[in-house]
């Protein structure tokens, strides 16, 4: 076992504090990694205060992690000290069915081991996030940064990128689709330039008239206020797709009216009942199809850092020293980042 400090939450009303505790040491097919970035995601904040009801305490977040090799088990192939590498979302999976087959990773039928707040599938310990100095993952679970890469902008492609990449992709979404992207957050932003980089049209929602300038900024062709009927009302039956990043339960009716025939809203950003209701006669009568998607598989995870790089696509960050790290939790919920807070681990040893 190694010494292990990061910052943990010990209930869901608590703010997140300093935590001394312990990493195994690498098994045969593990890869060691000094952390040096950690994106700050809004699935943490769900987490850390309990929201989604799955949080397991001590809960220690963090799955946008950048680092150096510093160890690796006998077994492992791809890797070597001192090699930049990345960790997402995921540490394990069951490796063997038809979801794992396919390199979907994330839809395990036994369930993925994630990043944090899950029982190790070898010793049941809760896993422990990237919040901390290191971090102890097996190799098929790890990606390569690219070379040349900005290593603090790169670690939100590792949950933020991949979870927008993911489902454009899955959907087809390429030249002469229009396509909108709902909230201009860490997610939307990359849902942005990668929808921009596949081809389409991008128009993005958000709530915030203030933003519409930033929002052209990131690429966006169009900017629709959401909050403005009229606006909402002008854009009926317009949109091919929508990827909806909105981290709490929203009216989708509206947003549904905007879809063409046969259009398509992905909620990537909800993990609850969806409320109000959504009226039937808004997929019924256009045959539009309401869709979720989870993160993406590991080799699709390599693919979109492979793709930031060739497309010179990076996040917007704001580096943030881990003392303040419960600070930028509130700022995140009023929407005050541009547009990823990125956590220096440096500072965890200030
Ligand atoms: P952020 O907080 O960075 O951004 C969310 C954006 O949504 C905000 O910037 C804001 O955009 C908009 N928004 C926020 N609050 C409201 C509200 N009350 N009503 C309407 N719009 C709102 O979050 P992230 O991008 O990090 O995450 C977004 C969601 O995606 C989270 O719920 C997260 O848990 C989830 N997620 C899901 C994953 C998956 O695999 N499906 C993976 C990763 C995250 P604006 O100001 O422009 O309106
Ligand atoms: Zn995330």
Not at 59 to 69: D, N, S, W
Not at 115 to 138: C, E, K, Q, W
Not at 167 to 182: A, E, N, T
Request: charged share 20%; net charge negative; with cysteine.
């Amino acid at each position: 076992m190694s010494k292990a400090l990061g910052y943990a939450a010990l209930t869901p009303t608590s703010p997140l504090a300093p935590l001394a505790f312990e990493r195994r040491d690498p098994r045969a097919n593990d890869v060691s990694i000094d952390i040096l970035y950690c994106g700050v995601c809004h699935s943490d904040i769900h987490q850390a205060r309990n929201e989604w009801g799955i949080a397991v305490y001590p809960l220690m977040p963090g799955h946008e992690i950048v680092g150096k090799v510093t160890a690796v088990g006998p077994a492992v192939r791809n890797y070597k000290v001192g090699d930049l590498v990345g960790v997402g979302c995921m540490v394990d999976s069951c490796q063997q069915c038809a979801a794992c087959r396919k390199d979907l990773e994330q839809y395990c039928q036994e369930g993925p081991t994630m990043t944090y707040a899950t029982p190790d599938r070898l010793d049941g310990t809760n896993t422990m996030g990237g919040y901390s100095d290191h971090i102890v993952v097996r190799e098929e679970f790890v990606v390569r940064i690219p070379e040349g890469m900005d290593l603090a902008a790169a670690a939100p492609i590792l949950c933020a990128g991949i979870t927008t990449y993911s489902p454009l992709k899955h959907h087809g979404v390429g030249p002469g689709h229009k396509v909108g992207i709902l909230g201009m957050g860490g997610l939307g932003h990359m849902g942005i330039k990668l929808a921009k980089a596949m081809g389409a049209e991008v128009t993005v929602f958000t709530r915030s008239a203030a933003k519409a300038g930033e929002a052209r900024k990131q690429g966006a062709d169009h900017v629709i206020v959401s909050t403005d009927a009229e606006q909402m009302a002008a854009a009926a039956g317009h949109f091919d797709f929508l990827l909806d990043t909105i981290p709490v339960q929203h009216d989708l009716n509206p947003y549904l009216q905007t879809l063409t025939f046969d259009g398509v809203h992905i909620l990537v950003g909800l993990i609850e009942p969806i409320a109000p209701p959504v009226h039937a006669a808004n997929l019924v009568l256009q045959r539009r199809v309401l869709a979720g998607s989870l993160i993406g598989g590991i080799a699709e995870t390599q693919e979109v850092l492979d793709f930031c790089a060739e497309h010179g696509i990076s996040c917007d960050i704001e580096m943030l020293d881990i003392q303040n790290i419960n600070a930028a939790y509130e700022r995140m919920i009023v929407g005050d980042v541009k547009y990823r807070f990125v956590i220096d681990m440096a500072s965890l040893k200030a």
